[in-house]
């Protein structure tokens, strides 16, 4: 089925409502779909052969279909270009809107969506753009996070193939600026607050910072939201990022990295388990110090080992996030059997996640210029897929009690 095939199908059907306790969807088919939240802004969408997720700050994940199902483009939108598109959308979920009923609770959104359009999505990325910093990354099952950005950028900022932060000066905020963060960000959220189940504190290595700061971050959290309780539902978990570099000074030296991993002890750990810390993500990428060396990362595969046993002695589930692909056929084996080889000393159950991601390096990252210069051969889907066999052999079945494995594609990312 084409493009115009499908959208003939979808303009001979009645629109309806879907609603979830936190989205109203009109929609005739999968083909001419909206959702939008509380605030009347727009989340998803599909028209035609296009499906749409929007960032927070206005920014879009654009997929093209060639039929049902299968994506033939994907494209990330900036703001502008992301904005103009949703703008297109609420034309047309509003044309749909009009003398649709809607759940009582939803009126107010359907009136806003009919009269005022974009104007709550214009607004919310503005406020973003005034609030955050750029989100670099998030790991895949956090798209959906509240972040609150206790620092901004990545303290260390020189591994070869990431451009996360390229650019981004690093920085932590105090407890008064954290705070006042909190606040904005509650306020720009509004009613769609209610779509957030937990909390993504940010952003590269907020478990870096200094102890003290750490934990009035924390104490703060507390203030603000419900931390789950021995009895309640687990509402507000807290998950983070953390590099194995250890707890270091504001702007990481050459001097400052190394084995200093310990620098949070189990007990400090416990704590922050008791304040909300629920997981913690690792990008340990490799477990061969050649590939880590090459890619200019300085840990130890050794102190990875030690950071995870600290997490788990101390009932911190963690995601361990390996890169597949990186160094090519060149380092394939090595990489591959290193690699498992770390993956067999992490004491990984059932609460904890291995990510598999593709290595998606820029262009203009010195590890694309290695790969240039010394004319390293890429391997392809079946190769990548049997390194992820060769790296995972090593970990015990999900239904043993082993960790849950799945792929992180990075190219998928939107923090909405
Ligand atoms: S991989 Fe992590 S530590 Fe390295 S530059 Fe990127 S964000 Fe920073």
């Known amino acids: 089925m084409n493009s115009m095939d499908m959208a003939r199908q979808s303009e001979r059907k009645e629109p309806y409502i879907r609603k979830t306790a936190t989205l109203l969807t009109v929609e005739r088919d999968a083909f001419a779909s909206f959702s939008f939240d509380r605030e009347a802004c727009l989340v998803r969408g599909a028209w035609k052969e296009q499906m749409v997720r929007w960032g927070l700050d206005g920014s879009a994940l654009l997929k093209t279909l060639s039929a049902p199902g299968k994506v033939e483009k994907r494209e990330k939108l900036n703001s502008e270009a992301g904005l103009a598109l949703a703008a297109a959308f609420y034309e047309r979920a ?7 009923a809607v759940p009582d609770d939803w009126q107010s959104v359907r009136e806003r969506v009919i009269s005022s359009g974009p104007a709550a999505m214009n607004k919310r990325a503005a406020d973003f753009h005034r609030i955050y910093a750029p989100v670099g990354i998030l790991p895949p099952d956090q798209y ?26 690093y920085m932590v905020k105090s407890p008064e600026a954290f705070a006042e963060h909190i606040r904005q960000v509650k306020a720009m959220l509004g ?13 590269a290595g907020a478990l870096n910072v200094p102890r003290y700061i750490l934990l009035e971050a924390m104490d703060l959290l507390a203030e603000h939201f419900p931390l789950p309780t021995a009895v309640a539902r687990p509402r507000w978990p807290v998950y983070a990022f953390m590099d194995a570099f250890g707890v270091g000074p504001a702007a990481l030296t050459e ?3 190394g084995t200093n991993a310990a620098a949070l002890t189990t007990a400090d750990f416990a704590m922050l388990r008791e304040m909300g810390l629920s997981r913690v993500y690792i990008g340990v990428e490799s477990g061969s110090e050649a590939v880590l060396r090459m890619l200019n990362k300085p840990v130890r595969p050794q102190v990875v080992a030690a950071l995870v046993k600290t997490l788990k002695e101390a009932g911190i589930a963690v995601g361990v996030i390996f890169l597949l692909g990186v160094g090519g056929q060149k380092l394939a084996a090595q990489h591959a059997e290193e690699s498992a080889a770390l993956l067999a000393e992490l004491p990984l159950d059932g ?27 890429p391997l392809t889907p079946e190769e990548l897929a049997e390194q992820e066999r060769a790296m995972r052999r090593t970990l015990p079945p999900r239904e043993a009690g082993g960790p849950a494995v799945t792929r992180y594609d990075v190219r998928e990312f939107i923090y909405y």
């Open 94 to 100: 509003a044309e749909m809107l009009v003398g649709m």
């Open 144 to 169: 959906g996070a509240l972040v609150l950005q206790l620092t901004t950028g990545c303290r260390y900022n020189r591994c070869s193939f990431c451009t996360f932060y390229r650019g981004q000066k």
């Open 191 to 203: 009613a769609a607050l209610e779509r957030r189940q937990a909390i993504f504190l940010g952003d």
């Open 255 to 257: 001097a400052d990295v």
């Open 351 to 377: 609460q904890d996640t291995v990510f598999f991601s593709e290595l998606v390096a820029d262009e203009k990252s010195s590890y694309s210029d290695w790969v240039r210069r010394l004319v390293i051969t």
